[in-house]
């Protein structure tokens, strides 16, 4: 199948910092790819569609100024997490399919993002 | 937009048993319908998925039923293995690549 890269695995940052975390679609291109958000013990929620060369689509109740998106290639998307607080400690993983129509989605392995 | 409920929250069988997990969606444009198994920390891993043309599918112990009209999709899984426990989602694609996911069940197979 293909191949959803997520990097990095954890990352610890302190209150008031940003973090990057980066999806890279490693064996196909991707014009979409999908953000989501997992509490402990919760479902994935969907943050937002990632959209090549344009605006990311922010779900309804997501910050897009806290949580920036940017989708400059075929076969990367990045989140920024800006000015983090304790609250904003999850686990952030993203998502690719190769085609469109209803085919498989790949997800990343995922970033467990903790701020201290 | 579409909203996807899952039942129940936690189920514990015994290995050999049968289980059996619901979900209800309510966007009827929904037209794809996967199942994944989280375990802790790891990434979603699709187990099986039904499109809204097919009723049924079955894949060895695994098998998911969809009835369009009432908007409702089960995931069954026969002779379970104590390897089997895992967090299982059910989720919808509404249209633009998108899934929505239901709350997840975490089932407990005994040995």
């Known amino acids: 199948g293909a191949v959803v890269s997520q990097h990095p695995s954890r990352v610890i940052c302190k209150s008031g910092t940003s973090v990057k975390i980066e999806c890279r679609s490693l064996?196909?291109?991707?014009?979409?790819m999908f953000w989501y958000r997992q509490f402990p013990k919760k479902s994935l929620m969907l943050m937002a569609t990632?959209?090549?060369?344009?605006?990311?689509?922010?779900e309804q109740g997501v910050e897009k100024d806290k949580f920036l998106i940017n989708h400059a290639s075929l076969t990367l998307s990045t989140l920024t997490v800006t000015s983090a607080h304790p609250e904003d400690s999850s686990f952030y993983i993203c998502?690719?399919?190769?085609?469109?129509?209803?085919?498989?989605?790949?997800f990343g392995q995922g970033t467990r993002l903790t701020v201290v | 937009g579409e909203n996807v409920e899952q039942h129940p929250s936690t189920l514990s069988v015994q290995e050999g048993d049968s289980a059996v997990i619901k979900c209800t969606y309510s966007?009827?444009?929904?037209?794809?319908f996967p199942w994944y198994k989280q375990e802790l920390g790891k990434r979603p891993q699709l187990i099986i998925d039904?499109?809204?043309?097919?009723g049924e599918k079955k894949d060895q112990r695994i098998a998911v039923t969809l009835n369009k009209t009432a908007k409702h999709f089960s995931l069954h899984i026969t002779e379970t293995q104590p390897e089997d426990s895992a967090v299982y989602f059910c989720?919808?694609?509404?249209?633009?690549?998108?899934?929505?996911f239901g709350q997840g069940t975490e089932l407990s197979v005994k040995p």
């Open positions: 039904i499109r809204s043309n097919v």
């Open positions: 989720a919808a694609r509404p249209g633009g690549g998108k899934l929505i």
């Open positions: 064996d196909f291109q991707a014009t979409t």
């Open positions: 990632s959209n090549e060369g344009s605006k990311a689509t922010y």
């Open positions: 966007d009827s444009a929904s037209n794809y």
């Open positions: 998502s690719a399919r190769p085609g469109t129509g209803n085919t498989e989605a790949f």
